[in-house]
């Protein structure tokens, strides 16, 4: 009889965990599309699925600590794929980066751009909010660099040049918004990996 009702409580847990993380990944795909403040607590129940009453048991402390986990979640996401990549040279790791970025506007009809901008963008006066999209982006940056000086890029350029290509492929996904194609980030791709082939030392290039 225990072992049945511990294995009860084990499944509820579960379905309860799955419910949570599809309420985070549904926020994070709204927020990339609309924003924060034109995602509601109703769009996110709608499109994950979960049962109204989910929202005030995960997120006790209402929108922002929902906007906290979805940027939590995208983070995740773009951390696990970059530390995916294998490559021999900074035009391959900035191309590896940007790969991820161009599936989504491909995927997304061009309609969905970047969770972390869509909360920076979009969240009024609230300073821990920003201070959670600031550490994110620092984390994406931090790791770029360091994987452009494992490939020979000295460690003051690789900062200088992660930020470049983060700011400039966050400005791209606007643009693939208003435009409605991949056509900008392909741009921005274009200039920053040729500047990286032609202007990094030998030794940062092989």
Known sequence: MARLAAENANR???????????MVRSAANL??????????FSHVLADSGAPRGSIYHHFPEGKRQLAEAAIGWASDRVLEHQRACLASTPSEVVAWFIDLWRQSVLASGAMSGCAVAGVAI?????????GVVRT????WVTLLADQLSEVGVPSDQAVSIATTALAAIEGALILCRAEGGVEPLNAVAGLLLSMLATQMPVSASR
């Open 12 to 22: 509820e847990l579960q379905m309860a965990n799955d419910r949570r993380r599809n």
């Open 31 to 40: 927020i990339s599309s609309h924003g924060v403040s034109a995602t509601s």
């Open 122 to 130: 979009d969240t009024g006066g609230d300073g821990d909010l920003i």
């Open 136 to 139: 994110t982006f620092r984390s």
